[in-house]
């Protein structure tokens, strides 16, 4: 914040003159007061005036003609200062009559002139903000005591006023707000923020000044010096938002009532904080109800709030506004989604290619909920206490067990599509999901999941443990749908990312012919703290849609994998792509695929092996290079990545081994990225990577690469 000011000398004249009623007076001068005996002082001033010109008619007369005469000034301008030695003092005595004859039938009144060294102070900021302009003119106050303060003021700025000295303390001067407040300039110790002119908008505000004259003040000269002061908010800035008292992320329940800290810059002004619920980056105050209740600002970097009750769950932008504008920190508080997880199923789907639901032949009427969750190792046992909800208008069961059962059976009525939900029985600890997954290849159960209709919490896996993910939708090959939110709302900030998707999505949508990867799938994972990745997206995407023609990666889907400070990397994205697509004539690999990606240490070796082994291997296949589809040029997909010396150094040929295996639609220099990214690397040993590939200069490559 900064300020600039303009101090204004208000001279106060207190003098007397007759008002006649119901005629309000204009210019300079209002009533303040009425006195007796004005008149007879008037009449004998006129008397006074009217003597003393009758004696300078007869005294000056000769004395003028005898100078004027012994000049050689014509007999005109002569006959000129006659006239005036007798007009002026008539002049006066006329007006001094007509004041007498217009107040002889009202009291004299003691009036207020205030003139002022900047007649109708304009304070204008339209063009700089330290531009204060002085204008000059005549100042014709209306009717009374006040003089206007027109404020053409920007948005974020403010103009403050204050009474810097006055000569008689019996006068006290007001500040009259344009929302009729008049707070008293005089009172000692008088809080700015009382006598502060704000135009939010950048409107023009106009205010007055207001004396307030004791009746017994004698007549005489006074003077006040008034303050003004522009002053300019910086606009705030909020740089994190946390549940209040922590460094925890701001997050809650769907009815509100959590208390947040806002961190950030300038927020001693703040008016307003709010969620944007209506996702339009802006304050909507008819509703929804987007305000923090309770707004306390602790300092100018702290404020706290409640948050208000929202009608869906996600990640909301919060804003404060503040006299120097509003600032907006995006996705910085998350309505959880509910402890609960819903997918549809359809028991007359079969292993088959056609998904069309007017096809489907099976008659089956059950559906048997898998409890073959893998989180920590394959034989981890897991128990559950869940409420299970089949769907079809049935009522809720309570259902206890472990992944010893062989699964938790629904019964329907007749054949068709049904949406199954579980919830914990309880407030849903963490892992209470442990037990759930189609872990298991050639279950009929399987084939029968036509899509995930819920985002994972964070609850419902345990949190760090190795496979927290992994196999929990393995061969869910008739599957149409994945949510871009699955992943939205799980919490990653830990070192251990050991499997974390291991097949989780191998063969999911494997009969689909439309099935994409949504792109902000892995959007809101945090793996800053990671060191080990080993087998993080081992076989991730497997026979990922496999008959769909349009599969293709996303741009950005590992975007947010942040690996400074890994040091496991085994594996990490082995097979993540093996046979992707593997129908498809248009599935095309995006440039800066693995941008994020940085190798900056060296890459111990029991560690190094595979981390792009048969990452792509038969991606696609059946897209023939040079038959007029897109194609994938390996140069753009290992744009951005990169790969420190120390990572060089301890470079083993199995990083890349069978990478591009048989990959029909791969063109490009493959020496080039070899070269640029790999420093020149001879692989010891046959490690076919661009075997069965398109690329230009395969016949040029050392042996060992193909």
Known sequence: MFSESLTQNIHLVISDKPATPGVPDTGLFGEILNQPLIGIGLTAAIIITLSLAVTIRLVFQRRFRRALAKTCRP??????????????????????????????????????????????????????????????????????????????????????????????????????????????????????????????????????????VPNDLPAGDYTAQVEYEVVAHKPPVITNVFLTGTTNPAKGALEGGVTIDIIGENLAAASTAYIDLNRNGQYNAAGPNETCANLAVISDTHLSCTVPSAQKYGHYDVAVIARGGEAMKTSSFTYDPPEEFKFTIDTRMTDTKDTDPNHYSDTSTSFVIPVDGTVGT?????????????????????????????GIPCSYPEPGEYQITIKPNGTGSMGWMNAFGFQFYDKATNLKVKSIDTPLTNNMRTHGAER??????????????????????????????????????LMFGYNSTAITIPAGLFAALDTSKGTHFDRMFFKTFGYFGTHSLVASIPEGLFD????????????????????????????????????????????ATGDRYG?????????????????GTPDTDINDIWAGITFSSEALDSLHASMFEL?????????GTAQTFIDDKLGGFVPRGDIYTFRDTSVSDLGSLHPNWK
Request: net charge neutral; aromatic share 10%.
């Open 659 to 667: 990478t591009f295996r048989g990959m029909k639609s791969l063109v």
């Open 468 to 505: 927290r993910f992994a196999y929990m939708f393995t061969e869910l090959k008739n599957a149409t749908s994945l949510p871009e939110e699955l992943f939205s709302y799980i919490e990653t900030s830990t070192y251990n990312f050991t499997r974390m998707f291991e097949a989780t999505f």
């Open 560 to 603: 947010s994998i942040n690996t400074e400070r890994g040091v496991v990397f085994t594996r990490m994205f082995e097979r993540t792509f093996w046979q992707f697509s593997k129908s498809s004539t248009i599935a095309t690999v995006p440039t800066g695929l693995f941008k994020s990606l940085k190798l900056l240490r060296p890459i």
């Open 378 to 406: 394959v034989f981890s046992q897991h128990v559950y206490d869940w409420i299970v909800n089949c769907g079809g208008g049935q009522a809720d069961q309570v259902i206890s067990g472990s992944t010893k059962d062989s």
């Open 75 to 212: 007999p005109k301008l002569i006959r000129a200062a006659q006239i005036l030695m007798v007009a002026v003092p008539l002049v006066i005595a006329g007006v001094m009559a007509a004041a007498t004859f217009a107040h002889s039938k009202t009291m004299a009144s003691q009036v207020l002139s205030i003139t002022t060294s900047t007649p109708d102070p304009t304070i204008n900021l339209a063009r700089s903000p330290a531009a204060i302009v002085d204008p000059s003119g005549t100042t014709s106050a209306a009717t009374s005591t006040e003089v206007t303060v027109v404020t053409d003021l920007a948005k974020g700025y403010d103009l403050n006023v204050k009474l810097a000295g006055i000569s008689n303390d019996a006068i006290h001067l007001s500040l009259k707000k344009d929302n009729g407040q008049a707070v008293d300039l005089n009172e000692a110790n008088q809080n700015l923020t009382s006598t502060t002119i704000s135009a939010p908008s950048g409107d023009k505000v106009e205010s007055d000044l207001v004396a307030t």
């Open 611 to 627: 981390i792009f082994c048969s990452a792509f291997e038969y991606f696609a296949s059946a897209n023939k290079a040079n038959d």
